[in-house]
């Protein structure tokens, strides 16, 4: 298989080092950088289109690295790069980097999650640390959810720090992101979901609201909450049981309390089906 070489920051390095911290690079490219040996080996697993393997050149690599740049049916050109260059891609410390995969990105399309009898989704109101969205894809990849819905003005999918703490989950798990509302109200229209709004203030304890049936989550600005819009939208509002002087939680701690409960309340009325 044909390696290409990188010994300088030419303009395919610059090209690539822009993804680490310009969205708009990121985003007219259609290109982002996976980092880390779980992410990129579920992205292989999920068949990510990837269109680059980057690796130190000159190194002595694992079985898990040469396996992966030897293996035919993963896509991408090879690219044997100066180990103090993938450093920086990687942003680690020279010699801790072993691959660095260049992968596409998806369509934003909302056909993309799949909708069920059991369907559990869970939509981010304009989320502004790209670090709580990777933290809250983990969180309903891990409890069985079907897709997340990014809206608003906010922080980026696809920003290293989001694909970092996603662990690998943005690869099994449909992200799609909605500049408002108003675009995801075409998707409701043809399918029989119940929204609940998570809040403070919200109507109902968590642990007293149903939701066995399909449901999409709605999680809050971390600062400001859910706005009116989505407020408007929500079918029923669901609060946290909160004890001691926290009067909050983050909001992907929330998003995942909220998702271990969704997960409890249907694996209890699946053993009640079946008894």
Same mark, same amino acid.
């Given at each position: 298989?044909?390696?290409? $070489?990188?010994?300088?920051?030419?303009?395919?390095?610059?090209?690539?080092?822009?993804? !680490?911290?310009?969205? #708009?690079?990121? *985003?007219?490219? /259609? +290109?982002?950088?996976? *980092?880390?040996?779980?992410?990129?080996?579920?992205?292989? +697993?999920?068949?990510?289109?990837? #269109?680059?393997?980057?690796?130190?050149?000159? $190194?002595?690599?694992?079985?898990?690295?040469?396996?992966?740049?030897?293996?035919?049916?993963?896509?991408?050109?090879?690219?044997?790069?100066?180990?103090?260059?993938? &450093?920086?891609?990687?942003?680690?410390?020279?010699?801790?980097?072993?691959?660095?995969?260049? &992968?596409?990105?998806?369509?934003?399309?909302?056909?993309?999650?799949?909708?069920?009898?059991?369907?559990? /989704?869970? !939509?981010?109101?304009? @989320?502004?640390? @790209?670090?709580?969205?990777?933290? !809250?894809?983990?969180?309903?990849?891990?409890?069985?959810?079907?897709?997340?819905?990014?809206?608003?003005?906010?922080?980026?999918?696809?920003?290293?720090?989001?694909?970092?703490?996603?662990?690998?989950?943005?690869?099994?798990?449909?992200?799609?992101?909605?500049?408002? @509302?108003?675009?995801?109200?075409?998707?409701? $229209?043809?399918?029989?979901?119940?929204?609940?709004?998570?809040?403070?203030?919200?109507?109902?304890?968590?642990?007293? #609201?149903?939701?066995?049936?399909?449901?999409?989550?709605?999680? =809050?600005?971390?600062? #400001?909450?859910?706005?009116? &819009?989505?407020?408007?939208?929500?079918?029923?509002?669901?609060?946290? @049981?909160?004890? /001691?002087?926290?009067?909050?939680?983050?909001?992907?701690?929330?998003?995942?309390?909220? !998702?271990? +409960?969704?997960?409890?309340?249907?694996?209890?009325?699946?053993?009640? =089906?079946?008894?």
């Amino acid at each position: 298989m044909h390696t290409v $070489r990188i010994t300088t920051r030419n303009a395919r390095f610059q090209q690539w080092h822009a993804l !680490l911290a310009n969205r #708009t690079k990121r *985003q007219r490219g /259609g +290109e982002f950088l996976v *980092q880390g040996v779980r992410p990129l080996t579920l992205a292989v +697993e999920h068949g990510w289109p990837l #269109t680059a393997l980057l690796h130190p050149a000159g $190194r002595r690599l694992t079985d898990w690295a040469r396996s992966l740049l030897e293996a035919p049916e993963v896509p991408g050109d090879r690219v044997a790069m100066a180990p103090e260059l993938l &450093a920086e891609l990687s942003e680690r410390e020279e010699g801790d980097a072993e691959l660095v995969a260049v &992968a596409r990105m998806p369509d934003d399309d909302l056909s993309r999650i799949p909708v069920g009898p059991s369907f559990l /989704g869970v !939509l981010f109101d304009r @989320p502004t640390s @790209p670090g709580n969205i990777g933290t !809250l894809i983990r969180s309903a990849d891990a409890f069985g959810a079907d897709g997340l819905v990014v809206t608003g003005h906010a922080a980026d999918v696809y920003d290293p720090k989001s694909v970092r703490a996603s662990t690998g989950s943005l690869f099994s798990l449909p992200a799609v992101r909605i500049p408002s @509302p108003r675009d995801l109200d075409a998707w409701l $229209r043809h399918h029989d979901i119940t929204l609940v709004g998570t809040d403070e203030a919200g109507d109902d304890l968590l642990h007293d #609201t149903d939701l066995t049936g399909p449901t999409l989550l709605l999680i =809050g600005n971390e600062t #400001t909450g859910l706005s009116n &819009a989505w407020r408007d939208r929500s079918h029923r509002t669901a609060r946290i @049981p909160m004890h /001691g002087a926290a009067s909050s939680l983050n909001a992907a701690n929330a998003a995942t309390a909220v !998702l271990y +409960e969704a997960a409890r309340q249907r694996h209890m009325a699946a053993r009640t =089906g079946a008894a």
